[in-house]
């Protein structure tokens, strides 16, 4: 059973800082990984992906993923109130027919003024 | 930029009704996705496709069927809604890597 896991939350942090969602994943056959953002009542949006080890920047949003460990993280940079929202880790094979994801079940992020 | 459209946003039916959902996308994605999302359980899938006509069960099918004959738009068919198929209902596409979700369908089975 392929699993990601992630704690549920919620993660409270003081506007301005730096905000770390972590998660796991089970199946070392895993290559691609994908951080959403789901607001309450809309749907997950996209924020950035990762392939390869390291991490990858994007604005105030950094991914870093370490495969030998099986852990994907995402660090968000001077946190502000609009970031408090559900955050979704997906981990798949990128090229599996039907790119079939699998989604931890999100951390809850509250971002304090 | 990728568009997703979900049919319904709220959808109240009766036990025993069929139902149909539909998801309609726009940027020629061979594979769409159907999910359910429930507070504590995260997304499940229930059905995948990745061409016309095809399909695959997801992780929880029982209690739903899907339809694709045209590779935009792929449904969502609720044979006989039970109250336990309350939820919120997710469509995504995607080419071979990230997956684009719909607004999103809430569904009220009375």
């Known amino acids: 059973q392929k699993e990601v896991e992630q704690n549920s939350g919620p993660l409270s942090v003081p506007e301005g800082a730096i905000a770390s969602l972590n998660c796991t994943y089970s199946d070392r056959g895993s290559q691609s990984f994908f951080w959403y953002r789901q607001y309450s009542g809309k749907s997950p949006e996209l924020i950035m992906f990762?392939?390869?080890?390291g991490d990858k920047e994007d604005g105030r949003f950094t991914a870093q993923l370490n495969k030998a460990s099986q852990y994907v993280s995402l660090l968000i940079r001077d946190s502000q109130p609009s970031d408090s929202a559900t955050y979704l880790c997906?981990?798949?094979?990128?090229?599996?027919?039907?790119?079939?994801?699998?989604f931890g079940a999100g951390t809850i992020l509250r971002v304090k003024s | 930029d990728v568009k997703v459209t979900q049919s319904s946003r709220y959808l109240v039916k009766r036990t025993g009704e069929k139902v149909f959902l539909e998801c309609v996308q726009d940027?020629?994605?061979?594979?769409m996705f159907w999910y359910r999302q429930d507070p504590g359980l995260g997304l499940r899938l229930i059905y995948f496709s990745y061409d016309v006509k095809m399909k695959e069960k997801g992780d929880i099918p029982e209690g739903y069927s899907v339809s694709r004959e045209k590779k935009e738009r792929f449904s969502l068919i609720l044979e006989s809604a039970s109250t336990n198929q309350t939820s919120m209902y997710l469509c995504?596409?995607?080419?071979?890597?990230?997956?684009?979700f719909g607004p999103g369908t809430r569904l009220l089975v009375l």
């Open positions: 997906a981990g798949g094979p990128p090229m599996e027919y039907g790119n079939k994801l699998v």
């Open positions: 990762i392939y390869s080890n």
């Open positions: 995504a596409s995607s080419s071979w890597e990230t997956q684009y």
């Open positions: 940027m020629d994605h061979e594979n």
